[in-house]
Nanobody, 115 residues
């Protein structure tokens, strides 16, 4: 099982990034997919989630209207489009897959928002 994140980097405030998470080794379409983030000294928090069945989404209040989660089951990939980035969005972003009692994590990708 692998979840491989990509797309992180350094961006100026107000800028955009698109994170990708490529999955392998499990039946991707069965799993709810999420993005979490963890800033230095803080607990890991849920950023966005997309369901496995009907594509319903959920966002943390802090990112609503700025971030969009999507998935492509044909490519076994989940995305996080991040717009209007703020310095407080700086964190390591992790991809998560969840189905019943099975849960997988990626290794994380660093996002730094700074001028």
């Amino acid at each position: 099982v692998q979840l491989v994140e990509s797309g992180g980097g350094l961006v100026q405030p107000g800028g955009s990034l698109r994170l990708s998470c490529a999955a392998s080794g499990f039946t991707f379409s069965n799993y709810a997919m999420s993005w979490y983030r963890q800033a230095p000294g803080k607990v890991r928090e849920l950023v966005a989630l997309i369901s496995s069945t009907d594509g319903n989404t959920h966002y943390a209040d802090s990112v609503k209207g700025r971030f969009t989660i999507s998935r492509d089951n044909a490519k076994n990939t989940v995305y996080l489009q991040m717009n209007s980035l703020k310095p407080e969005d700086t964190a390591v972003y992790y991809c998560n897959a969840l189905y019943l009692l099975r849960q997988y994590w990626g290794q994380g990708t660093q996002v730094t928002v700074s001028s």
